[in-house]
């Protein structure tokens, strides 16, 4: 089948390089001119990295990625350690690949080069749909020049602010979470206090957290900082804000977290906004896939993972069922209940990040110290359902 793919960036790539595997000819736009530095880090578990090593991109991946030693969680102000799980082995002999810290623009740029190299003319930029038509036989995208492309089949991978979501189920009203998160990457060179820990650490405060790690083989500092305000920002990625009010949300908070906000080029802002499960993520021989149906709040870390999951599951739907309509359906059957799931697990994160009371976190963090010294696997096999799972033999 010849399929169109709206959005080039993670999701849109990893399902053109899912749907060459199993045969199938794919057209990827992506409004953007050119792929840039834009966008921070990103957090890899074993469950995404299945889906790249058996899509042959996992080695390059791996190449300019950051493995992190441990998930860990610091008190914010002070940096007491309230536990560390071993990750950097423990990924693959428990969940059979390894976890990875990587730069969105080196996960875009691997994913891109991967499919130039096997569809030389599968990415079209500066080119973005705007809209579609169909029929029973053939689906036709519109796009911003005018141009009018057929295919079999057109997958929206537009992300958050999709169009071809709009028009399929008209305008949305996300839900304004009281939360806006900071974003920011610094070189380590450049860091007064040193580098974060080589780990995946979560710093929890009342009614803020920040989240920490390495990337680039360990020459950059990524840092996402979250805080619970009234006023709502941008819900936009490349929207600015000040150093000063970062400094503010974080006052008196260790210095590792203040060193990367005082030495970041760039400090991003945006407001998190919360969205129902929509109704349906297909229209006759029109999908949707990742943050386009089912966008994730960042407390879990699987916005991209479960796009890269979305991707081979469309792919092998696509290749196995007897119809497109059929296909559509088995994809969204199969992958809806456990994107609610991880949807549903971000939620809960936010809550566990931001106690706000002495005894609620007492009460909270002191059986995850305990836990965290006792009972490392109990911990890890909390997240068995997540990074375990495993679309590519499923």
Not at 22 to 41: K, P, R, T
Not at 114 to 122: G, Y
Request: proline share 4%; glycine share 10%.
């Amino acid at each position: 089948m010849r399929v169109l793919i709206a959005g080039g960036g993670i999701g849109g790539l990893t399902a053109a390089l899912a749907l060459e595997h199993f045969g199938h000819d794919v057209q990827v736009f992506e409004q953007a001119g050119i792929l840039d530095e834009v966008g921070a880090g990103i957090q890899l578990s074993p469950n995404g990295m299945h889906v790249l090593s058996r899509l042959g991109v996992s080695a390059r991946v791996l190449k300019d990625a950051f493995r992190p030693k441990a998930l860990e969680m610091r008190l914010g102000r002070s940096g007491r350690r309230l536990f560390d799980i071993p990750l950097r082995r423990a990924a693959i002999n428990r969940w059979g690949a390894d976890y990875l810290h990587v730069h969105r623009a080196d996960l875009v740029q691997a994913l891109h080069d991967s499919l130039v190299a096997r569809a030389p003319q599968a990415v079209s930029l500066g080119r973005k749909v705007v809209g579609y038509e169909q029929s029973e036989t053939g689906v036709v995208a519109t796009l911003d020049t005018g141009e009018r492309v057929l295919g079999d089949v057109l997958l929206g991978a537009d992300g958050i602010h999709s169009v071809v979501r709009a028009q399929m189920l008209g305008t949305e009203a996300p839900r304004y979470t009281g939360m806006t998160a900071w974003r920011a990457i610094a070189p380590v060179s450049d860091l007064a206090n040193g580098a974060p820990p080589p780990n995946a650490t979560v710093w929890t405060g009342s009614r803020r957290h920040a989240v920490t790690y390495l990337l680039r083989g360990g020459s950059l500092a990524n840092f996402v900082g979250v805080v619970e305000r009234k006023a709502k920002h941008v819900e936009s990625w490349t929207e600015q804000g000040s150093r000063e009010d970062a400094l503010a949300d974080f006052q008196r908070w260790h210095p590792t977290v203040t060193g990367i906000i005082e030495a970041a080029p760039v400090l991003h802002r945006w407001a998190l906004y919360d969205r129902d499960e929509l109704p349906k993520w297909r229209d006759g021989r029109v999908v949707l896939m990742g943050d386009a149906c089912h966008p994730m709040l960042p407390f879990l870390a699987q916005g991209a993972v479960m796009a890269i999951e979305d991707a081979y599951v469309l792919a092998r739907e696509l290749s196995e069922a007897a119809t497109v309509q059929d296909a559509l359906a088995s994809y969204e059957s199969v992958r809806k209940p456990r994107t609610s799931r991880v949807q549903a697990g971000a939620r809960e994160n936010a809550r566990l990040f931001h106690r706000s009371n002495p005894v609620t976190q007492m009460s909270t963090y002191g059986p995850m110290w305990v836990a965290g010294r006792m009972m490392k696997g109990f911990i890890h096999s909390r997240n068995d359902w997540l990074y375990g799972h495993d679309v590519t033999v499923a």
